[in-house]
């Protein structure tokens, strides 16, 4: 069973305490996550370069970022064209409900 597995999963802990193993044990197993991390690391840019080989990756959606128009001050001019201030005319609080 690999290390990954091992301290990974339920099942795995089960295993780990059926041994009982000593601190140093658990040490020399931890050494080992290294090089179990490295090898599936390996693997997943061999499938990844099948993949490009094989025709590339799915495209990418790329989003675009959300863009506020700017808020009105209260002490700007109203955006209607009255000549009041905004929290005189449309910003007044019996006007924005």
Not at 13 to 42: F, Y
Not at 75 to 95: A, T
Request: proline share 7%; hydrophobic share 30%; with cysteine.
């Amino acid at each position: 069973m690999s290390t990954i597995v091992l301290y990974g999963t339920a099942e795995g802990w089960d295993v780990l305490k059926e041994k009982n193993l000593s601190l140093d044990e658990h040490k020399s197993l931890a050494e080992g996550l290294a090089g179990t991390v490295q090898k599936i690391h390996a693997l997943w840019l061999e499938q990844r370069g099948e993949q490009i080989r094989a025709g590339g990756l799915p495209d990418v959606v790329r989003r675009e970022p959300v863009r506020h128009p700017p808020k009105v001050g209260r002490n700007d001019p109203c955006p209607c064209g009255s000549g009041k201030k905004f929290k005189q005319c449309h910003g007044s609080p019996g006007k924005l409900h």
